[in-house]
């Protein structure tokens, strides 16, 4: 069976994790997002892309969900130290390495995918990882308050701000230029299966969907498409997710998120609480969605399988 996934960082991670468990003989694509991704300190950080392969390879800190695991901090302190800028992004003394030669490979001319195919080659991650695209994508954040109107990089407003300053919008820089990676639209073209991973649906998610050419080969797969929501009785599971919602008008429930992708669903999976939750020519099935360990992800993940399969 070949399986594709579209997933953000730590849900898309522990989601595929539990997949990899579900179907071990599986054929499994992972088209993960770039839109969080950007240069900080001279080295190029892709934060979701690294989240789901450590999180694979059994190298990622698990208590926290990104990052590496037994990690120090002591280059993040002498950054501090000079008062550089982008402190605010602490990058660990491990996770540095992978940044370094991330760095090297794309400034000697390698496409972001051949590096991260480079990269998995030390983590083993079990599946393909694929970048959405080759091409330079960044989410930026259009912040509006007392200090007027002005766009940050995602990551800012994420972790400096705290995504306590209100959105007014969100532009995917560079989207409308790029292309999808290489095996991107085989991977889904060739999948007898296709599962949207509970992840960030505007900023995790929406990078990928905005990908020149990508919804209309979801639209035309042979494999139905089933997300699961990342919103449980009207609230994120984790991050900050209400804030993004509402900041593009949708409401903050598994029906909004649903809606939001209606045009290419088949079926959404949803918790038992939001079991009444109706999306317009969508199939709707309430399962548990808390991924509380390992045996609970990879429950959900054969639940959407199941489902893409059923409704194929």
Known sequence: MRI????????????????????PDAKITVIGNTGDDLWLHGLRV???LDTLMYTLGGGVHDEQGWG????????????????VEGTWFSLGDRDIATHLIRSQMLRAGYPLS?????????WQPGVTLLP??????????????DAGRRAVHFQEWWVRLRAEVPAAEFAFVGIEDAAPAPGVLNAVAQADAIVLAPSNPVVSLGPILAV?????????ANAAVVGVSPIIGGRAVRGM?????????????????GSIWADLLSGWLVAPQDAETQVPSVTVRAVPLLMSDQDAAANLAAAAVALSQELA
């Open 212 to 220: 020149p050419g990508l919804r209309a080969a979801l639209t035309d």
């Open 241 to 257: 997710a209400e804030a993004c919602l509402t900041a593009i008008g949708v409401e903050v429930s598994a029906a909004g998120v």
């Open 68 to 83: 590496r695991s037994d990690e120090t901090f002591s280059v993040a302190a002498e950054l501090q130290a000079y008062e």
């Open 132 to 145: 959405m695209s080759d091409d330079r994508v960044e989410t930026h954040v259009v912040l509006a308050d």
């Open 4 to 23: 594709t996934v579209l997933a953000g960082g730590i849900g898309g991670a522990r989601f595929v994790r539990g997949l990899r468990r579900a179907e």
């Open 46 to 48: 892709c934060p979701d």
């Open 114 to 122: 051949d590096v991260t195919a480079a990269l998995c080659r030390r």
